[in-house]
């Protein structure tokens, strides 16, 4: 099985035009530079990846506008896919107090542990994320499934690739931002060019790391 994880496409918050805080996260939809990424996703992904694919998606309104443009990039029609939305699948809940201003805290008390003002921790993404990993596992070994394409968010992505990989907390906190329309990949590890962690016969590959300095 090769598992296809990507990010959204720039988004308007991303770009700075709306503040989630004020507008719901959810209804955040993407730009045009957004719509162009995910486009690009779906070229590299390809048709023949998709065809007889497990597609799960956000249902945050990035997330599945992204997955029409990639089912579109990938020269495919949007109604011929069967795309699953999961709620498990939804960003981080950052809570209604600016990210930014809580940089040094989350330093402090870790990249993975800290809870967000009135939000999440990446930790209780990594629960959420750990049983719809289970679902996703039990549908793809009933319908004997080779390929899956997941479309979510930065921080929901490294936690699916920690839990997958069963990764120590000091492995997450190695773990850039994943930029917009960018494709991880989780596969066995002799199919992989560069895989970045690996873990029995599994590995993954295009996951950006911290530099030292960060």
């Known amino acids: 099985m090769i598992i296809k994880l990507v990010r959204h496409g720039e988004s308007r ?45 956000s249902p945050f309104l990035r ?3 992204t997955m029409r443009e ?24 950052h809570g209604y107090v600016d990210a930014a201003s809580q940089l040094e805290l989350r330093r402090t008390h870790g990249w993975f542990y800290y809870r967000f003002a009135g939000g999440e921790s990446p930790a209780d ?3 959420r994320t750990s049983t719809f990993l289970e679902s996703m596992v ?14 979510a968010h930065g921080l929901t992505i490294r936690c699916f690739v920690m839990r997958f990989l069963h990764l120590k907390v000091e492995d997450f906190d190695r773990m ?31 996951l950006p790391l911290r530099s030292e300095s960060e």
Not at 22 to 27: E, Y
Not at 29 to 50: H, N, S, Y
Not at 187 to 192: H, S, T, V, W
Request: with cysteine.
């Open 13 to 57: 918050a991303n770009s700075g035009e709306v503040q989630p805080t004020q507008v719901g996260d959810h209804t955040v939809g993407l730009t045009p530079l957004g719509f162009e990424q995910a486009r690009m996703a779906g070229q590299r992904i390809g048709p023949e990846f998709l065809r007889g694919a497990l597609v799960y998606c």
């Open 138 to 151: 039990r549908q793809a070994t009933r319908k004997q499934t080779k390929t899956v394409l997941v479309v």
């Open 63 to 65: 997330a599945r506008e």
């Open 125 to 127: 993404c990594y629960d």
């Open 176 to 206: 850039a931002g994943i930029p917009n329309g960018w494709v991880v990949t989780l596969a066995p590890r002799a199919e992989l060019r560069e895989p970045v962690f690996t873990s029995g016969r599994w590995g993954v590959e295009d």
């Open 70 to 93: 990639i089912i579109t990039g990938a020269g495919l029609e949007p109604g011929t896919v069967r795309v699953f939305e999961d709620p498990r699948l939804r960003e981080v809940d």
